[in-house]
């Protein structure tokens, strides 16, 4: 038996978080390192092969590595240290986990915490943002798992991380976001579900203050003509199409986002809903209601 609880002959698995400067890189790792995975931060990728040889021989099977710009010219060795991963004798399968929010946020974030940014160079933060941005571009394009922290909080985000990276195996999770269209769409969503076609309990005075965890709220929109059978038809196209083609491209998370006018009644009910269904299928889900709060 090795540390995590598995046996010496588990699938190695090595997930690489990286993203912008603020976007929540500390969160990520530290979420899975309370999952139980070895999390070593900013290693010269170039040495990211010898030490999945290294761990492996010691059995330690999962290993998260936080690599960014902070590796100056070295990070530039990133994306030839994954392929010799995948065509070495380790024959791992990289995990990629990019975290990105808006320029406002990042700018907001990093004058909070009172730091240059690594890129700034003496010019102002948002040049150092928009040369990271254009530096980040081709990881971003094949990362397995893109999650905008724009609009999450600390928690949200340790949430979602541990979901999706809680297990020792890699298997199909879901993630559902309920949000409000006018506060912006999620631009980390594989599929975005618009419910707006179904009454705003914002005009019921009796639901008007509640939200879609509420259970009047949650009855409301499922008795609504249409609700039910809305989310049949979606039911039924992740569980017999979508999940089972992403699974065979070897895609493993899947964030799905349901919004409605303001995200605090008919998308976190309908979310809420959509989310047990899944479950019921044996598809780990996780809920995170973005704008639930929000007036």
Partial sequence: MDHNGGVAAQEQRVVVITGLTGAGRSTAADALEDAGWYVVDNLPPRLLPDLVRLLGGAGIYRLAIVLDVRGRVLFRDLLPALEELRSSEIQVEPEVLFLEASDEIIIRRQESARRPHPLQAGGR??????????????????????IDTTNLNVHQLRDRVGHAYGGPERRFRASIVSFGFKHGV?????????????????????????????????????????????LDRVESLLTEVVIPGYTKEGKWLMTIAIGCTGGRHRSTSMAIDLGRRLEEHGVPTSIVHRDAELV
């Fill in 186 to 230: 999620p631009i980390d969503a594989d599929l975005v579900l618009d419910v707006r076609f179904l009454p705003n309990p914002h005009w019921i005075p009796e639901l008007r203050p509640m939200t879609g965890m509420d259970q009047p709220v949650r009855d409301y929109v499922l008795g609504q003509d249409g609700a039910v059978d809305y």
């Fill in 125 to 146: 933060l948002l040049d150092g943002v928009r040369a990271e941005r254009e530096q980040m571009s081709a990881l971003r394009s094949v990362a397995d798992q893109v």
